[in-house]
């Protein structure tokens, strides 16, 4: 018996990091998932290991900021498992420089990103959420946000901006499917430990460099140690997403959680 058993699942981003965290947990837990990444080899590894521990999965790769890939995820759902409970858009990467070095492009790929799809992946399962919800089964959207969005963050007026905004789409999510029982709850993470923070990684997404110049990745190590508290694992990025998946959460709705082992106190 798993806590997800008979649930429906897709995560965007799921290649890696967070997502793929998520991903594996949910699908040690009974749910069917639909893994998708932009990047083909990782997703396809990810179900792999999922299938190889007896877990339901497909792999559903594509570029989420365009509406052609949301759709064709919610249609994957549908089509594979007959059904859809669980949207976590957790896909996503920084471009950052300080304001005034910042192109207005650069500061519009994050809004792309981290705004815009999510959004689009909940348009296009809006039809199938509001058929489903005649069942009484409370459905779930769990956005991800970031301490940068919640607090602000030097270097990052373009992700700041576009991960403050998911939290308003999250709450107006909040509020709109009330009527149709879509809880929608978001978390915003501190530093975990992913390709994404990882120093001077070398890798590239859409002319953005991944990772960290290797000094930012030590100073914001220490920034968080020196404060008493840690960086996270994704699996425990992962368990924060859980907690608001199952069923016993239930009751929570609207709800920006922060995730940073406690240094945001
Ligand atoms: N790692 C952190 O400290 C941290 C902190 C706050 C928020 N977050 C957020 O958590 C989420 C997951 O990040 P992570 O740390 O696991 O990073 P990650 O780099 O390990 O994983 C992100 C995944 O998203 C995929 N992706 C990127 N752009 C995509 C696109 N356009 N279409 C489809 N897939 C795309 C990448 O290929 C990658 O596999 C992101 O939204 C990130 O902003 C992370």
């Not at 837990?29 to 990782?42: I, M």
């Not at 497909?58 to 989420?64: E, F, L, P, S, T």
């Not at 016993?248 to 709800?255: E, H, L, P, S, V």
Request: with cysteine; glycine share 12%.
């Amino acid at each position: 018996m798993g806590l997800l058993d008979g649930k429906v699942a897709v995560i965007t981003g799921a290649g890696r990091g967070i997502g793929a965290a998520v991903a594996k947990l949910f699908a040690s837990q009974g749910a069917s998932v639909v893994v998708s990444d932009l990047d083909e080899g990782p997703a396809q590894a990810v179900v792999e290991e999922i299938k190889k521990a007896g877990g339901k999965a497909i792999a559903c790769c594509g570029n989420v900021m365009e509406e052609a890939t949301n759709q064709a995820l919610i249609k994957a759902a549908v089509d594979s498992f007959k059904g859809l409970h669980i949207l976590v858009p957790c896909a996503g990467f920084c471009n950052d420089s300080v304001i005034q070095k910042m192109s207005l492009e650069v500061f519009r790929q994050m809004v792309a990103i981290h705004m815009e799809a999510p959004w689009m992946l909940c348009r296009a399962a809006y039809p199938v959420f509001k058929e489903a919800s005649a069942d009484g089964v409370i459905r779930k959207v769990i956005f991800i946000s970031s301490e940068a969005g919640s607090r602000g963050n030097a270097g990052q007026t373009n992700y700041a901006s576009a991960k403050s905004g998911v939290i308003g789409l999250m709450r107006t999510v909040a509020k709109e499917w009330l009527r149709i029982r879509v809880n929608s709850n978001c978390i915003a993470f501190g530093f975990v430990d992913t390709r994404l923070t990882q120093a001077d990684c070398g890798s590239t997404i859409m002319g953005a460099k991944i990772g960290l110049p290797g000094n930012l990745r030590q100073m914001a190590e220490q920034g968080v140690t020196m404060r008493g508290g840690r960086l996270l694992t994704p699996e425990e990025g992962a368990g924060s997403i859980f907690c608001l998946a199952i069923p016993q959460a239930d009751g929570i709705n609207g709800q920006l959680v922060e995730v940073d082992s406690g240094v945001g106190i």
